[in-house]
Nanobody
Framework: VQLQASGGGLVQPGGSLNLSCTAS????????VGWLRQAPGKEREGVGC????????YYSNSALDRFTVSVDNAKNTVYLQMNSLKLEDTAVYYC??????????????WGQGTQVTVSS
């Protein structure tokens, strides 16, 4: 499984970014797709995920109401729309796939990340 995230960059507080992640496998064959992030000096954490069946979703407290995970199974591409970005959103963002979980611990497979820096 190879996952390549893109779309990161430098953005001002309050701004938006839309991250993309292309998978080398069929995203529709996994139970959940989502995103993780790791800030400097912190552990990697789950940001949000959606199940490919059943309509389940999960967002961390910091992502709820600001971030949205979506997937285009025809393109095997996972997206993370991030709005109202804050300084504390600065991190490397990784997309992830999981055969079993959609929750804070999801991330059976994850790949190369993309840097998001929120700064004025």
């Amino acid at each position: 499984v190879q996952l390549q995230a893109s779309g990161g960059g430098l953005v001002q507080p309050g701004g938006s970014l839309n991250l993309s992640c292309t998978a080398s496998v069929r995203t529709s064959e996994f139970y959940a797709v989502g995103w993780l992030r790791q800030a400097p000096g912190k552990e990697r954490e789950g940001v949000g995920c959606i199940s490919t069946v059943g309509g389940r979703s999960y967002y961390s407290n910091s992502a709820l109401d600001r971030f949205t995970v979506s997937v285009d199974n025809a393109k095997n591409t996972v997206y993370l729309q991030m709005n109202s970005l804050k300084l504390e959103d600065t991190a490397v963002y990784y997309c992830a796939l999981d055969n079993y979980l959609c929750g804070p611990s999801m991330g059976e497979y994850w790949g190369q990340g993309t840097q998001v820096t929120v700064s004025s």
